[in-house]
């Protein structure tokens, strides 16, 4: 297959995953009154600290076992040998997620002491326990229409979990004043329901089939991953931690802000990221793998680039239409976490290089590094200069992973990127951005700005002659439709 009919393949399954993810992420600001209405700020605090609990048990009872899933599926087009690979990854995942559950209720009262959730909290611990289960088992199945690039039954699958979930935590929250207990059981609900489903519709491939010298392979494979994704985990979330003990919760509460405005970058990565294993691994012959990488990379890095400085450069105005007075302060921070979720987003096309040589062994590392970095940075950062200090901590742990990741990846499996264009999209954005804050520009210019990226990108020697060729193309169309 040609370069052009991959990209297009990659583009089209990250477009339709993420229909799942914007649903998701707009219901989920429509949910918000509701939450706040009928929840108390303890009680909020408990959901918050029990999900975040629950992402750290999720990392580590999977033991790599869902990264390997992807690599080891496409190691081979035998279609036993896949079905080997499938049944393997779900009854691991199955036992695990089983150990997490009976842990989680039988140790409940402990573990509400633990999180300092407060008294009458262990049917809490219980509720995310079985929350924990159904996550674990759900994701494991609908990860199989992934490896298909059955795109539109996956978003299908998300779409049900959504809306089962949203009605039963409005029923159980508005109708029974379940409370915080409500929002747990409803959020598990929905994905319940549909794994149930998937169970019935995958029956044929899930027998009763396992192989421990296989399991024992896809460990060695997925394990040094799992202190890589804590590091991850602690990057993501840290940062909060830092600027509460420092600066107090009004300055979080600015922070996280900044926080959710620049996730919009975080949603299309979320898209990317649901399409990438998958495609990566498919691509059976090398050469063509790593030139397609390149083009990836080049250009995810345009499309997060433009997003960040569309979000940086119009921040003052989004916050403003957004929040309320108190919290307009938050577009101070918004460019510089969203293109910490730029470099980030490079960071998973690189990543895949050593996932294919399986060498995954030190990318622990690098993350571990990068974690390292984001730590000393808000110690240092937070207390002259509070919620600023964080993001750029953040930045600059995000920056430290991406380079990290360019020595380690090309050292177990070398692709020529095309750097100069990956450097020239990212610092043209961001000068842009510099451009629009640092000199206060009006809505109108700041607009111009991000509109004119694409075009500021072509003096500088950007695009190839057949990128140049189908711009024009593009141009004489619109023309001819204007």
């Given at each position: 297959m040609g370069l052009g009919h991959e990209l297009k393949r990659l583009a089209r399954h990250s477009a339709i995953y993420g229909i799942g993810g914007l649903v998701s992420r707009v219901l989920a600001v429509l949910l918000l009154p509701l939450y706040t209405h009928y929840l108390s700020d303890a009680d909020y605090g408990r959901i918050e600290t029990l999900v975040a609990a629950s992402t750290v048990l999720v990392i580590v009872l999977r033991m790599g076992i869902s990264s390997a899933f992807f690599r080891f599926y496409f190691d081979s087009t035998d279609p036993e040998r896949r079905t080997l690979v499938v049944r393997t990854s779900f009854w691991f995942t199955m036992a695990m997620a089983t150990l997490g559950l009976v842990l989680g209720v039988l140790l409940a009262p402990q573990i509400a002491d633990a999180l300092n959730l407060g008294g009458h909290s262990a049917n809490l611990v219980r509720a995310a326990a079985v929350g924990l289960w159904a996550q674990m088992n759900y994701e494991q199945l609908t990860s199989l229409f992934r490896v298909e690039e059955r795109s539109v039954q996956f978003v299908f699958a998300s779409l049900a979990n959504i809306l089962i979930t949203v009605a039963a935590t409005v029923i159980l929250v508005v109708g029974f004043h379940k409370g915080p207990l409500g929002v747990l059981v409803g959020n598990f609900l929905g994905t319940l329901c549909v794994y149930v489903v998937l169970l019935a519709y995958r029956r044929y491939q899930l027998g009763f089939q396992f192989d421990g010298r296989l399991l024992r392979a896809m460990n060695r494979f997925g394990m040094p991953l799992v202190p890589s994704a804590l590091a991850l985990w602690a990057i993501n979330f840290i940062d909060r931690f830092f600027v509460g003990q420092f600066k107090g919760q009004a300055e979080v509460g600015v922070y996280?802000?900044?926080?959710?405005?620049?996730?919009?970058?975080?949603?299309?990565?979320?898209?990317?990221?649901?399409?990438?294993?998958?495609?990566?691994?498919?691509?059976?012959?090398?050469?063509?793998?790593?030139?397609?990488?390149?083009?990836?990379?080049?250009?995810?890095?345009?499309?997060?680039?433009?997003?960040?400085?569309?979000?940086?450069?119009?921040?003052?105005?989004?916050?403003?239409?957004?929040?309320?007075?108190?919290?307009?302060?938050?577009?101070?921070?918004?460019?510089?976490?969203?293109?910490?979720?730029?470099?980030?987003?490079?960071?998973?096309?690189?990543?895949?290089?050593?996932?294919?040589?399986?060498?995954?062994?030190?990318?622990?590392?690098?993350?571990?590094?990068?974690?390292?970095?984001?730590?000393?940075?808000?110690?240092?950062?937070?207390?002259?200069?509070?919620?600023?200090?964080?993001?750029?901590?953040?930045?600059?742990?995000?920056?430290?992973?991406?380079?990290?990741?360019?020595?380690?990846?090309?050292?177990?499996?070398?692709?020529?990127?095309?750097?100069?264009?990956?450097?020239?999209?990212?610092?043209?954005?961001?000068?842009?951005?510099?451009?629009?804050?640092?000199?206060?520009?009006?809505?109108?210019?700041?607009?111009?700005?991000?509109?004119v990226y694409p075009l500021a990108l072509l003096p500088l020697g950007f695009y190839l002659p057949a990128e140049r060729k189908r711009l024009a193309h593009l141009r004489e169309r619109f023309q001819v439709l204007g």
């Open positions: 996280s802000v900044a926080v959710r405005i620049s996730s919009a970058v975080v949603f299309l990565l979320i898209a990317f990221r649901t399409a990438w294993p998958a495609f990566a691994y498919s691509i059976e012959d090398d050469r063509e793998a790593k030139r397609t990488y390149a083009f990836v990379l080049t250009y995810l890095v345009v499309v997060a680039c433009w997003a960040s400085l569309a979000l940086g450069a119009l921040a003052p105005w989004i916050v403003d239409a957004l929040t309320a007075p108190r919290f307009h302060r938050a577009h101070e921070a918004v460019a510089l976490l969203a293109f910490a979720a730029a470099a980030y987003a490079g960071y998973t096309v690189l990543a895949i290089g050593s996932g294919r040589a399986r060498r995954t062994q030190l990318n622990w590392v690098i993350t571990g590094i990068a974690a390292a970095v984001n730590v000393g940075l808000n110690v240092a950062l937070i207390p002259p200069y509070g919620m600023i200090g964080a993001a750029i901590a953040t930045a600059a742990s995000y920056v430290t992973l991406f380079a990290g990741m360019v020595v380690y990846a090309q050292r177990v499996y070398p692709v020529a990127y095309q750097w100069r264009r990956v450097l020239t999209a990212a610092a043209v954005a961001v000068g842009l951005t510099v451009a629009a804050r640092a000199t206060g520009a009006p809505l109108a210019v700041s607009l111009v700005l991000v509109v």
